[in-house]
Every structure is written in structure tokens, then in C-alpha cells.
């Protein structure tokens, strides 16, 4: 029987035994906020108007039971990794390893999108189009490799600092702008009907990645019974509040282009002017750097760990505690596929998101399925499970021709698991 890696998620920083509610808490809201705060609500709004705010809703309602579903696992298996793990004790090894391969390499499909997001504000900010958002893209993603390869991972406690960084930063911007709302502008509320709220919840799914977070850090609480329902609200009400808030204020403030490029920077504008552009940029670059480069050091890390259980190819496999230069060079050169099809095919950020959008539901969605199995009938996460797992397979059915990725991804890591077992010799008669 095949292992699963020790962690499938990215973002979650390693940290100690004994966290207590202020770091606990840090981490978990680190591991759930990135930088997509900065643009998803915005592509939100283009795609349904002031709708998007009942995606939001439905999003921020969904969050509640999938966080106590992960943290009830987390709790009853301490020692277990990342969502791939449960799956192998609640499903089986081949549903693990196939769990394993959508983390894997169905992210990386969106690596590039963060660059993208700090892209926006860069031209945003000293022009040059689309020229100057790929290049922003692929600076950011050199970086994050580079450093990565070099041996050199963003912290916990430097992750803490960049999402502090954010926080503030976006919630400075929403007080700001605050007094200039205007509700009369949410009329009509559905310009382009309600099957628009469909991409709208699509799109805005991306915020919830980081949720899985809160099974890895359930066990390395102090006193997770105290302090992980509390850092479980502290981080809805964060998600809510940014992503809400962002989508509110696009849709309110006059003056804004609620579905044009770089919307921080817009409400910035309203505020302090011609310096807005800078202020945005400087902290759109600066958080994408961190997120991207723990994204890149963290899938290339699972590929060398699934090389060692087994789950992928022998060859991707490196020894713990050195960098794992194959994986690491899988995880870069399929980023720059990414891009390659922004350039070649006119992609647009828009499309990387829901591709890596389509394989995130169908990791949540084994994820439920395995939580079924593990935790016992009738308690809190076991609920939390039953209720999460309709929306979560409605999501599946809505991604529509994007499900082909992690369909394909699952053939695939199917097909290796049947090429592997050939290859072992059979036991002596």
C-alpha cells in the first residue's frame, strides 16, 4: 500500500507543537487569504454585477461547514498530512494518489494567475498593457523558482507578516473609501440574470483554498479544543469582511469600473490620487512574491515526497530535508505552460483560475467523501461533511469543460498506479 505525502497544501506553513491562539490563529487566516483578494471579487463583479455579493455569501456559508470538517480531521488524525492522506484511510490508496495528482498538478495551473494579479497592478501602475502584466507574471515566477532551488522558503512567521501586510493594507483601503459608498448604485441588482452568479461562485471558489489548512495545524495547537473554533471564526469573519467588503466597494464607490483591472488600485485613486497606483502595486508584488514562491517550494516538495510513497514517478522522488530539483522543475516548466497559453491562445487570468478552481472542488469533494467515512456518524464534523458535499459536487457539475483537467490528472495518476504495480516482482510460488 502506497503513503500518502506528509502535507498536499502549499500554503501551509511548517510549524512547531504548542501554538497558541495569536499564532494559531495567524497561521490559519495566512493560509486561507492570499492574493487573490486583490482581483477575484473584481472578476466577480464583471460577471454578475452586484450578484457577486450572493456568491460571496454563498461562499463565505460554505466555508463554515468545509473549515469544521477540516479541523474535526485534523483533530482526530494529528499526525495525518494533507487531504490525500484522509483520502487514502477513508477511500483507498488509488483515490489518495489520485487526490495527491490534482494538488500537484492541477495548482500549478494557477501559479501563474498570482503573478498575473500582481501584472494588473504593475501596468496598472506604469502601463505597457499586457506586455508588462506577462512580464510581471514571469519575473515573479522566476523568483519564486529560483529561490526555491536555492534552498530558500518563505517562513511561517514571514507568511504571517506578508498576509498582515494585506490585511491591513485592503482594510486601510475599505475604511477609506467607506464614506463615499453609495447602495442606490446596486440597482439592477442581476444585470445579466442570476445563471451569471454560476462563474461569479466559480471564480470566487479561489478564496476558499486554505481551508484543508486547518487539519494540518489542528494538531500542533496548544489547546486546539479552545483555540480552533476560535481561529476557524477569526479567519471566516477576515474572509468575509475582505472579500465582501472588496466586492461592496467596487460596486458602490463612484467613479470605480467594477470589472476593470486593478480595483484596489481604482478605490486607492479615489482617495489619495496619482500615488495609488504605486501604494497597489508595490503591495500586490511584494504579497504575490511570498504566496507564489511558498506555493512553488511547497508542490515541489510534494512531488519529491510522492516520488518516495510511490504516488508518482520513481524519478521525482528526493531525499527529505534536500530540494527536490526534479519536482521543482515539473512544478516551474508546467507554470510556464500556463503562461505560454495567456500568450499563445489569449487566455485570460480569468481561465487559469477556474482550470485550477475545477481541480480544488474535486479535492475538496474527496476530501468530504473520505470525512464521511472517517469521522464518526452523527458528531459535528461528520454533519459539517454532509452538508458541504452537495454544494461542493453542484460546483463540480458548474466548472462544465474545465473538469477535464482533473479528470485527465486522474486517468493519469490511475495509469501510473497500474504501470507501477506491473512492474513489481511477484512473489515467489
Same mark, same amino acid.
Given at each position: 500500500?502506497?503513503?500518502?505525502?506528509?502535507?498536499?497544501?502549499?500554503?501551509?506553513?511548517?510549524?512547531?507543537?504548542?501554538?497558541?491562539?495569536?499564532?494559531?490563529?495567524?497561521?490559519?487566516?495566512?493560509?486561507?487569504?492570499?492574493?487573490?483578494?486583490?482581483?477575484?471579487?473584481?472578476?466577480?463583479?464583471?460577471?454578475?454585477?452586484?450578484?457577486?455579493?450572493?456568491?460571496?455569501?454563498?461562499?463565505?456559508?460554505?466555508?463554515?461547514?468545509?473549515?469544521?470538517?477540516?479541523?474535526?480531521?485534523?483533530?482526530?488524525?494529528?499526525?495525518?498530512?494533507?487531504?490525500?492522506?484522509?483520502?487514502?484511510?477513508?477511500?483507498?490508496?488509488?483515490?489518495?494518489?489520485?487526490?495527491?495528482?490534482?494538488? /500537484?498538478?492541477?495548482?500549478?495551473?494557477?501559479?501563474?494567475?498570482?503573478?498575473?494579479?500582481?501584472?494588473?497592478?504593475?501596468?496598472?501602475?506604469? #502601463?505597457?498593457?499586457?506586455?508588462?502584466?506577462?512580464?510581471?507574471?514571469?519575473?515573479?515566477?522566476?523568483?519564486?523558482?529560483?529561490?526555491?532551488?536555492?534552498?530558500?522558503?518563505?517562513?511561517?512567521?514571514?507568511?504571517?507578516?506578508?498576509?498582515?501586510?494585506?490585511?491591513?493594507?485592503?482594510?486601510?483601503?475599505?475604511?477609506?473609501?467607506?464614506?463615499?459608498?453609495?447602495?442606490?448604485?446596486?440597482?439592477?441588482?442581476?444585470?445579466?440574470?442570476?445563471?451569471?452568479?454560476?462563474?461569479?461562485?466559480?471564480?470566487?471558489?479561489?478564496?476558499?483554498?486554505?481551508?484543508?489548512?486547518?487539519?494540518?495545524?489542528?494538531?500542533?495547537?496548544?489547546?486546539?479544543? %479552545?483555540?480552533?473554533?476560535?481561529?476557524?471564526?477569526?479567519?471566516?469573519?477576515?474572509?468575509?469582511?475582505?472579500?465582501? #467588503?472588496?466586492?461592496?466597494?467596487?460596486?458602490?464607490?463612484?467613479?470605480?469600473?467594477?470589472?476593470?483591472?486593478?480595483?484596489?488600485?481604482?478605490?486607492?485613486?479615489?482617495?489619495?490620487?496619482?500615488?495609488?497606483?504605486?501604494?497597489?502595486?508595490?503591495?500586490?508584488?511584494?504579497?504575490?512574491?511570498?504566496?507564489?514562491?511558498?506555493?512553488?517550494?511547497?508542490?515541489?516538495?510534494?512531488?519529491?515526497?510522492?516520488?518516495?510513497?510511490?504516488?508518482?514517478?520513481?524519478?521525482?522522488?528526493?531525499?527529505?530535508?534536500?530540494?527536490?530539483?526534479?519536482?521543482?522543475?515539473?512544478?516551474?516548466?508546467?507554470?510556464?505552460?500556463?503562461?505560454?497559453?495567456?500568450?499563445?491562445?489569449?487566455?485570460?487570468?480569468?481561465?487559469?483560475?477556474?482550470?485550477?478552481?475545477?481541480?480544488?472542488?474535486?479535492?475538496?469533494?474527496? #476530501?468530504?467523501?473520505?470525512?464521511?467515512?472517517?469521522?464518526? %456518524?452523527?458528531?459535528?464534523?461528520?454533519?459539517?461533511?454532509?452538508?458541504?458535499?452537495?454544494?461542493?459536487?453542484?460546483?463540480?457539475?458548474?466548472? #462544465?469543460? /474545465?473538469?477535464?483537467?482533473?479528470?485527465?490528472?486522474?486517468?493519469?495518476?490511475?495509469?501510473?498506479?497500474?504501470?507501477?504495480?506491473?512492474?513489481?516482482?511477484?512473489?515467489?510460488?
Amino acid at each position: 500500500m502506497t503513503t500518502a505525502p506528509d502535507t498536499d497544501n502549499p500554503r501551509c506553513a511548517r510549524t512547531e507543537r504548542g501554538l497558541g491562539p495569536v499564532t494559531g490563529t495567524a497561521l490559519t487566516i495566512a493560509g486561507v487569504v492570499g492574493t487573490g483578494v486583490l482581483v477575484l471579487p473584481g472578476l466577480a463583479v464583471r460577471d454578475a454585477g452586484p450578484a457577486a455579493l450572493v456568491a460571496v455569501a454563498a461562499l463565505v456559508a460554505l466555508s463554515v461547514p468545509l473549515a469544521v470538517t477540516f479541523a474535526a480531521l485534523g483533530a482526530r488524525f494529528p499526525a495525518a498530512g494533507g487531504v490525500s492522506s484522509f483520502v487514502v484511510r477513508g477511500v483507498g490508496p488509488a483515490a489518495g494518489a489520485v487526490t495527491a495528482w490534482w494538488f /500537484y498538478l492541477g495548482v500549478p495551473l494557477g501559479v501563474p494567475a498570482m503573478g498575473l494579479f500582481a501584472g494588473d497592478y504593475v501596468q496598472a501602475a506604469v #502601463g505597457g498593457g499586457t506586455a508588462t502584466q506577462l512580464g510581471t507574471a514571469l519575473l515573479v515566477l522566476a523568483v519564486a523558482a529560483a529561490a526555491t532551488a536555492r534552498g530558500v522558503q518563505v517562513s511561517g512567521g514571514m507568511q504571517v507578516a506578508l498576509t498582515t501586510v494585506l490585511v491591513g493594507g485592503l482594510l486601510a483601503v475599505l475604511a477609506l473609501v467607506a464614506p463615499a459608498v453609495a447602495l442606490e448604485r446596486l440597482t439592477p441588482f442581476a444585470p445579466n440574470g442570476w445563471a451569471a452568479v454560476a462563474p461569479a461562485v466559480l471564480v470566487l471558489f479561489w478564496l476558499l483554498t486554505g481551508w484543508e489548512a486547518a487539519a494540518h495545524l489542528t494538531g500542533r495547537f496548544a489547546d486546539a479544543r %479552545r483555540d480552533v473554533p476560535r481561529a476557524t471564526a477569526m479567519t471566516l469573519v477576515v474572509v468575509a469582511v475582505l472579500s465582501g #467588503g472588496t466586492t461592496l466597494a467596487l460596486l458602490t464607490v463612484p467613479g470605480i469600473d467594477a470589472g476593470g483591472s486593478a480595483p484596489v488600485t481604482q478605490l486607492l485613486g479615489t482617495v489619495i490620487g496619482g500615488a495609488a497606483g504605486t501604494a497597489a502595486a508595490v503591495l500586490a508584488v511584494v504579497v504575490t512574491l511570498g504566496n507564489t514562491n511558498a506555493y512553488v517550494a511547497g508542490l515541489a516538495e510534494l512531488g519529491g515526497e510522492m516520488g518516495r510513497s510511490g504516488q508518482a514517478p520513481g524519478w521525482l522522488a528526493s531525499a527529505p530535508g534536500t530540494v527536490p530539483r526534479r519536482s521543482l522543475t515539473v512544478v516551474t516548466v508546467q507554470a510556464l505552460v500556463s503562461l505560454a497559453a495567456v500568450t499563445v491562445l489569449g487566455w485570460s487570468t480569468e481561465h487559469l483560475v477556474l482550470l485550477t478552481t475545477a481541480s480544488q472542488v474535486a479535492v475538496y469533494g474527496a #476530501g468530504l467523501i473520505a470525512a464521511l467515512r472517517l469521522l464518526p %456518524r452523527r458528531t459535528a464534523g461528520w454533519w459539517a461533511a454532509a452538508v458541504s458535499l452537495p454544494p461542493i459536487l453542484v460546483l463540480a457539475a458548474l466548472s #462544465g469543460w /474545465y473538469l477535464l483537467a482533473p479528470t485527465g490528472l486522474a486517468v493519469a495518476a490511475l495509469a501510473h498506479r497500474r504501470l507501477s504495480s506491473r512492474r513489481l516482482p511477484r512473489p515467489l510460488s
